[in-house]
Nanobody, 115 residues
Framework: QVELVESGGGLVQPGGSLRLSCAAS????????MSWYRQAPGKQREWVAT???????NYADPVKGRFTISRDNAKNTVSLQMNSLKPEDTAVYYC?????????WGQGTQVTVSS
């Protein structure tokens, strides 16, 4: 069973940057595509970005050009570098794989963009 632990969130001013990290337990991590998702208060969870096992990357339109997803298979981690943050990026951020069945969701990491 894979366990996911997200970290790196915090409070940042508009225009600032944060780097999120997702640590995954279990074997065969490098064979999975992985994604970042986010859920803002009162809204459904939405997809943010995906990286395949071959490091092909895709992004949702609202974050394209500002966020960068990456992975380190040796460390079983997936990261999300977030630049030029906007108040509308405020949400709890989660990682998981983009296919079913999903892994059990982690606790997420809160990102708040506010002046």
């Amino acid at each position: 069973q894979v366990e996911l632990v997200e970290s790196g969130g915090g409070l940042v001013q508009p225009g600032g940057s944060l780097r999120l990290s997702c640590a995954a337990s279990g074997s065969n991590f490098n064979s999975y595509p992985m994604s970042w998702y986010r859920q803002a208060p009162g809204k459904q969870r939405e997809w943010v970005a995906t990286i395949t096992s071959g490091s092909i990357k895709n992004y949702a339109d609202p974050v394209k050009g500002r966020f960068t997803i990456s992975r380190d298979n040796a460390k079983n981690t997936v990261s999300l570098q977030m630049n030029s943050l906007k108040p509308e990026d405020t949400a709890v951020y989660y990682c998981n794989r983009p296919v079913f069945p999903k892994f059990p969701w982690g606790q997420g990491t809160q990102v708040t963009v506010s002046s």
